[in-house]
DNA sequence: AAGCAGATTAGAATTATTCTAATGTTATTG
DNA sequence: CAATAACATTAGAATAATTCTAATCTGCTT
């Protein structure tokens, strides 16, 4: 499947297996497979349930529950940025950057937006000397 | 159950009644029960589940849809903001007014942060003369 | 008071996700 | 380069949150 399968990954797999061990993960066969649709075109919001499909369509050969170990565990190890829009909607995204989202609703898509763009200013204090692990911000827009 | 109950609304019922009324919503029992549980007392962030076990606790007759079914009403109706943090956690927030909120990640709390406290400056237009319908700011803390 | 639209209900169904425990794969070690 | 241990994958069951269904009930209008 590796070297002949139907579709080649986009990215080297020697890169893409040096990125996997490089945060303590084995570079197994489904992750390879699915790191290269995450990462190997262009940024994405993609959700478990697309990803799975994207895989099987692809002939990847791959459970559900796989998919999400490794979006966890991706999100875990800081190469994915988990967000959540509604109970039902939750995307990975392969940005890790700080930046935000424009979100629409009609077509349930996201966009990024840099963080250039969104400027917060006069933010209080966590509280208790407690830290900021992070902060989102989503603009909806009705289209 | 309403003028002998246990717990007596906080709020005066005629006007609870009349504030339903108003946004074309009949004032029935479990609505003015629920609506007196969340508006009675204060700005609250409330799950379902919370408010079901609040409901039931306080001797109110009422079934977990129909919470569910008041809850989306109300916030249809712009009585309530539905907040979702993560998957597993959305609130109901009875401050309709614009802000935002600090999420406390243990405890799994909201807090309100004033609109003043939080700028956005730069910020993008909304692609395609779409609208703005709303924009939310979620400052996580890990405490 | 009657009738109807809207509201409530219990329980089943659905959806997204996680768990379980058996099997398979990768990396290490000698 | 075989044995092994640790980690990963899998199918299917289990769980959790929410929504649906269809029968019953209640508040409002006449």
Chains 1, 2 share one sequence.
């Not at 939750?90 to 966009?111: A, C, V």
């Amino acid at each position: 499947m590796s070297s002949s399968g139907n579709k080649k990954p986009v990215f080297n797999e020697a890169a893409l297996a040096d990125q996997l061990r490089s945060v303590g993960l084995r570079p197994t066969q489904q992750r390879m497979a699915l790191a290269d649709l995450l990462f190997g075109r262009g940024n994405r919001h993609i959700t478990a349930e697309a990803l799975y499909s994207d895989a099987l369509a692809t002939g990847v050969n791959v459970s559900l529950a796989t998919v999400y170990n490794a979006l966890h565990t991706f999100t875990a190890k800081g190469l994915l940025r988990e967000i959540t829009i509604d109970s039902t909607r939750s995307y990975f995204d392969t940005n890790i950057d700080e930046h935000h989202h424009f979100y629409f609703e009609k077509s349930g898509r996201l966009e990024d937006i840099d963080r250039a763009h969104v400027k917060l200013t006069r933010l209080p204090e966590a509280p208790d000397g407690l830290s900021v692990s992070r902060i989102d911000v989503v603009i909806r827009v009705d289209g």
